[in-house]
């Protein structure tokens, strides 16, 4: 079964903190997303990548960055939190063969104090 | 850069009516996909139809595709309460990510 796992559920962090969210996928996926969801304004795509090594910005990538080391995990990192980024931060991966079908994970709720 | 629109943004029905969801976008996608998404949770991929289709089922949902009018509208047909969601359409252009719409919240009831 496809499965693309998050590191936390819940996150609280305070402003100015560096924060980590990992995400891992057991899917042998090429490409791999990072989202945001806010009330009212659906999904926005931070960044995504490719391949190894490899990110493309996405709509909103500013005050995020990105890593991906290893093809299965996929981290965004936020340099120095700020409340404006409190949000839902999905993750997904997919195959470009299987016609970009997109997989999640169960999110992480952040909160920045 | 959202691409799909959904409407209605929300829709109340009870249980055993159908619920339809329009998505519209603006430039030509090789694929157009609806997701669903429990309250709190990740996105799931329900059905994905092609450019060249016009029609495609997977047990009660059906999902049409009018390339002309850039539109697609999303059918489920006999609702039940555990249909209680957001719908999400998504279209896909090679080259680029996807782009999901703003989704609709169906709410069945009882």
């Known amino acids: 079964d496809v499965k693309v796992t998050q590191s936390s559920r819940y996150l609280v962090k305070r402003t100015g903190e560096k924060v980590f969210l990992e995400c891992v996928q057991d899917m042998d996926h090429e490409n791999m997303f990072w989202y945001r969801q806010d009330p009212g304004l659906g999904l926005r795509l931070i960044y995504f990548s490719y391949d190894v090594k490899m990110k493309e910005k996405g709509d909103i990538p500013e005050g995020y960055s990105v890593s991906r080391e290893k093809k299965e995990r996929f981290s965004l990192i936020l340099e120095s939190a700020s409340t404006n980024q409190t949000s839902m931060y999905l993750c997904?991966?997919?195959?470009?063969?299987?016609?970009?079908?997109?997989?999640f994970g169960a999110g992480t709720r952040l909160s920045v104090l | 850069s959202q691409q799909g629109e959904e409407d209605p943004q929300a829709l109340s029905i009870q249980e055993g009516e159908n619920a339809t969801m329009n998505c519209s976008y603006k430039?030509?996608?090789?694929?157009l996909q609806w997701y669903r998404q429990n309250s709190g949770r990740g996105l799931v991929h329900l059905i994905l139809?092609?450019?060249?289709?016009r029609e495609k089922h997977s047990g009660r949902l059906r999902v049409t595709l009018d390339t002309s009018k850039k539109s697609s509208s999303l059918l489920i047909t006999a609702s039940r309460a555990a249909d209680t969601a957001s719908y999400f359409c998504a279209t896909f252009q090679a080259g680029t990510a996807l782009i999901f719409g703003k989704g609709t919240t169906l709410s069945v009831s009882s």
């Open positions: 139809i092609r450019s060249n289709e």
């Open positions: 430039t030509s996608i090789n694929n």
């Open positions: 997904a991966s997919s195959l470009f063969a299987q016609e970009n079908i997109q997989y």
